[in-house]
């Protein structure tokens, strides 16, 4: 079964606008960590930002913002204020504490930033 | 600055030959992976290692080997490549232990090697 469902192969959004990108995930264990990384046309994987189960707030790191809405078992990320650079691949991924030290990734989301 | 070094950006190997992929960290880390990365399937786990001489195999192991001799160093062996082993392969490494919420210890990737099987 898949772990982690990103739903849209691709996006565009105005430059300036807020985009959202839509993640899912799958899990019995109640103790995981969500994480979001960006995959520019270079290639390298970057980190964003990181939400645990348990934390009380949604987790924020500059223009990046992750919805987590537990009970649907989804976490969204909003970049706010897109700019061209943004233009990139969006991985949303999961690791859970009864799968030792794995990562579980989605398909990715393409978001294309228009001027 | 810490990284995480793979030896090569871009690689074409021919059917059958022997493929090594060089992955090296130097940042202490315990855990190193290798992953795949195909258009619509994101990134699959081939194995990942836990400490020296240690390896797990991850979701897609077939046609892969590993080798971890030394802390900093993960090695991807492709034994006898096919066209199906064309993809881009990503190596990372991260820290040991799960915190809070199942751990805060994201992992650190490597720039990737695109292999090419003709």
């Known amino acids: 079964a898949q772990k982690i469902t990103q739903t849209q192969p691709g996006m565009f959004v105005q430059e300036k606008e807020a985009v959202t990108l839509d993640c899912t995930y799958d899990t019995s264990d109640p103790s995981y960590g969500l994480f979001w990384y960006k995959q520019p046309s270079s290639g390298e994987m970057i980190f964003l930002i990181y939400?645990?189960?348990?934390?009380?707030q949604n987790a924020t790191e500059g223009r990046y913002s992750l919805n987590f809405q537990k009970a649907r078992k989804s976490a969204n990320l909003v970049i706010s204020a897109s700019q061209l650079g943004d233009s990139a691949m969006y991985f949303c991924?999961?690791?859970?504490?009864?799968?030792?030290?794995?990562?579980?990734f989605g398909a990715g989301t393409t978001v294309t930033v228009r001027a | 600055d810490v990284k995480v070094t793979q030896s090569s950006r871009y690689l074409v190997k021919r059917t059958g030959e022997k493929v090594f992929l060089e992955c090296v960290q130097d940042m202490d880390h315990e855990n190193m992976f290798w992953y795949r990365q195909d258009p619509g399937l994101g990134l699959r786990l081939i194995y990942f290692?836990?400490?020296?001489?240690?390896?797990e195999k991850g979701d897609i192991p077939e046609g892969y080997s590993v080798s971890r001799e030394k802390k900093e160093r993960f090695s991807l062996i492709l034994e006898s490549a096919s066209t199906n082993q064309t993809s881009m392969y990503l190596c990372?490494?991260?820290?040991?232990?799960?915190?809070?919420?199942?751990?805060?210890?994201?992992?650190?990737f490597g720039s990737g090697t695109r292999l090419t099987v003709v």
């Open positions: 990372a490494s991260s820290q040991s232990g799960i915190g809070t919420g199942g751990g805060s210890y994201g992992y650190t």
């Open positions: 991924a999961m690791r859970e504490n009864s799968n030792d030290y794995k990562l579980s």
């Open positions: 290692s836990y400490d020296v001489k240690m390896k």
């Open positions: 939400q645990g189960s348990y934390d009380q």
